[in-house]
């Protein structure tokens, strides 16, 4: 071969390889992706969420004792956590059948269409039954549409991280949930103090689920824009990050699904139950102004924030497993606590608040996807979306509606039980993680 033929080719194997180190998704592009979707999706979460607690009640069972009529809110506020997985597995269909983009529109713009809906349902004292029935109609799909909108970003991130970081890197997408918490309670706080009472339950409570919908299309283009390109496409693909059949998992691997939902019970058990039981505690039971604790709530999410990334510090110094183990110990140490605080008066519940945010937020920041790695690269798609999905479902779905009707009736005590239960499940999950893996 001719030196200046040997030369040429040289020369573009350079550029070749040039282009594609430059065509890599680095973990950072990664993470920006799963936050903007998380922090979307929670922001969505918490407007129905604290309007459960503000503003249905009044609204769709007026015609009900208080008590009573926060409990069937919350009933409803559970449907989405029970409709949940069939999105998932639904919208995997999708996929399976056309693309992920297909699938990622579809779901999110039923996710967007459910929400805006909410805003324009009559109440009532308007609609009758009908509105109830709507509002439950719209709330399953909104859970359909958060099943189906599982685009993979945050497994791809985790097998994507740098070594010795993955603890760093499975934090940012949990960043989505004070963040998302931040904004809703803050605008429902400026829209009750602001607006007459009248006002805020005619139309006021409406503009947070428009500002949802906003948000969701703007998330929408973002993900897009990241998941459809082709360093992205060929990224999942190359990590076999795709749909498998549900059947075929759970012949596999069900029992890591089961320890994987449970490995996370202890940090969604505490999830609803500083953000939205306290805030219908509050309601019924308490002199204490709702604006007054919204901006407890606030502050707590702001520490929230802090913690998750702690929680990254932690995690990659001691291990995922050990700080989740941890602090699993320190939810049921807390769980002690809880009820005196509760029934302290507005210092006991601030507190209960404050401390309930951060000890949520340490082991939140790394509950997601903490046993994972048990799928291997077939099922892990799958895996990762149905163990999630699992964990809301048991962990947090019922979890205002039990405690609050618990506590009503027979005692503070069971905010402890409720959260101690949590606890076990996630310290047995991962010492039968840990057992299974020296079996293997």
Known sequence: MPISNQTNSESNATALAAAAQHAEV???EIAVGVVIGRASEYFDFFVYGIASAMVFPTVFFPFMEKLDATLWSF???????????IGTISFMWIQRRWDRGTKLTAALFLLGTCTAGIAFLPGYNQAGAI????LSLFRIGQGIALGGSWDGLPSLLALNAPKH?????AMLGQLGAPVGFIIAASLFAYLNSNLSRADFFDWGWR???????????VALFARLRLVLT??????????????????????AKGRHVIIGAAAALASYALF????IFPLSWTLLYSDQSINEFLSVQIFGAVL????IVLSGVIADRFGRTRTLAALAAAIAMFSGFAPTLLGSGAVGRDVFVLVGFVLLCLSYGQAAGSVTANFGSKYRYTGAALTSDLAWLIGAAFAPLVALGLCAHFGLGFVGVYLLSGAVCTLAALGMNQYLKLQS
Request: proline letters at 6%.
């Open 26 to 28: 680095a973990p950072g």
């Open 131 to 134: 509105s109830i029935l709507l």
């Open 230 to 251: 082709h360093e992205y496409e060929r990224e999942l693909d190359e990590n076999e990050l795709e749909p498998a059949s549900v059947f075929e998992l759970f012949s």
């Open 165 to 169: 970081r993955h603890g760093w890197y």
């Open 75 to 85: 009933a409803v506020f559970a449907l989405a956590f029970i409709a949940r997985p």
């Open 272 to 275: 609803h139950i500083v953000t």
């Open 304 to 307: 929230c924030a802090g913690a």
């Open 207 to 217: 503009y947070p689920f428009f500002a949802a919908f906003a948000i969701n299309v």
